[in-house]
């Protein structure tokens, strides 16, 4: 691994002024995995290559109450980006991003990640004014099995069933606003779902909703086949 850069400030009442740059060159997790030697994170191999850089100007004084208010003023960019790599044996890769002018505009962020072939995008906004706060989500997981040996890597030593992960899940999250006026609206399907605590066949749901009096409630959700497993299943 590789870091270059510092932070810096021309007065006390100055903002900070960060630059600073991260490289990864296939290191290697294992050895930095808690637990023995045999535990299952640290038999899989886990090798991380990737890049980061952080062009940033933050505000001398931290939040004084509102956090969101506080990041919408960052001025610059930052980012990381995950080369293909690889996560308790299994691929992995993705990039980060946030962006903000300290304008109307606030701070721009987005993340998307595939691992094994799962795949998660997400987008969002911290305006000045709450109401312009903007979220967005998908999520397109047509193989969650493929996730047992990273689930059952990171369960707590000693479970007697560590948690096993099956079948499909797309979906789509909108969400606006910030609160306790949010608004939210979405869409999500799963197919021959495993999930630790239950069984799902098929299902679907849709809604519309928001927290703030007299918002709309829209909500159709159609479960085929459901069966909750585990000591609290009636």
Do not use: C, Y
């Amino acid at each position: 691994a590789e870091v270059t850069g510092g932070a810096a400030k021309a007065s006390a009442s100055a903002p900070w002024t960060v630059d600073a740059k991260l490289a990864l060159r296939e290191l290697d997790l294992q050895p930095w995995w808690p637990g023995a030697a045999d535990a299952p994170l640290r038999r899989s191999p886990s090798r991380i290559t990737g890049n980061g850089q952080v062009q940033l100007t933050v505000p001398a004084a931290g939040p004084a109450g509102d956090v969101f208010a506080w990041l919408a003023t960052l001025q610059g960019r930052a980012g990381v980006q995950l080369a293909p790599s690889l996560l308790a044996g299994l691929p992995v890769s993705g990039e980060a991003s946030l962006q903000g002018r300290g304008d109307a505009q606030g701070l721009q962020l987005a993340l998307s990640m595939d691992t094994a072939g799962n795949a998660l995008r997400a987008e969002g906004r911290v305006a000045p004014e709450a109401a312009r706060d903007r979220w967005q989500l998908r999520i397109d997981a047509p193989a969650l099995q493929r996730l047992n040996a990273l689930a059952q890597g990171l369960a707590p030593a000693g479970a007697q069933a560590p948690p096993a992960f099956g079948g499909s899940v797309r979906g789509d999250l909108l969400a606006e606003g910030r609160w306790p006026h949010l608004r939210t609206q979405g869409q999500l399907a799963a197919q021959q779902l495993a999930w630790p605590g239950l069984r799902l066949a098929e299902g679907q749901a849709r809604w519309q909703a928001g927290t703030a009096r007299g918002a709309p409630l829209d909500l159709d959700v159609v479960l085929a086949d459901l069966t909750l497993t585990g000591a609290d299943a009636a």
